[in-house]
């Protein structure tokens, strides 16, 4: 059984930082490229990063110059590094696993995770 648990999430003021997890169980993480969505209040979810098993990565424009994904297969956990947070970073952070970085950005998930809340304070 895949699980997809996050952590880190929590209240920042604007400008602060936050550190995303997401430790996966039940897949290999050679198989699996990882990735974050996430949904603000009265939005659609959408995408913000996607990595490769191999460390290709692939970030959504609104957040590419302030936010990093990385991953750590040994410990089969992808992180999202978040900078500079605005108050319309707010919202419910998703992490995601699929097949490809291609599949993450266009929505192909295979397996979800449960979120996180970020909220971030002007």
């Known amino acids: 059984q895949v699980q997809l648990v996050e952590s880190g999430g929590g209240l920042v003021q604007a400008g602060g930082s936050l550190r995303l997890s997401c430790a996966a169980s039940g897949l290999t993480s050679s198989s699996y490229a990882m990735g974050w969505f996430r949904q603000g209040p009265g939005k659609e979810r959408e995408f913000v990063a996607g990595?490769?098993?191999?460390?290709?990565?692939d970030l959504a424009d609104s957040v590419k110059v302030r936010f990093t994904i990385s991953r750590d297969n040994a410990k089969n956990t992808v992180y999202l590094q978040m900078n500079n947070l605005k108050p319309e970073d707010t919202a419910v952070y998703y992490c995601?696993?699929?097949?490809?970085?291609?599949?993450?950005?266009?929505?192909?998930?295979?397996?979800w995770g449960q979120g996180t809340q970020v909220t971030v304070s002007s």
């Open positions: 995601a696993a699929a097949r490809s970085v291609l599949a993450i950005s266009t929505g192909g998930i295979d397996y």
């Open positions: 990595i490769s098993w191999n460390g290709i990565t």
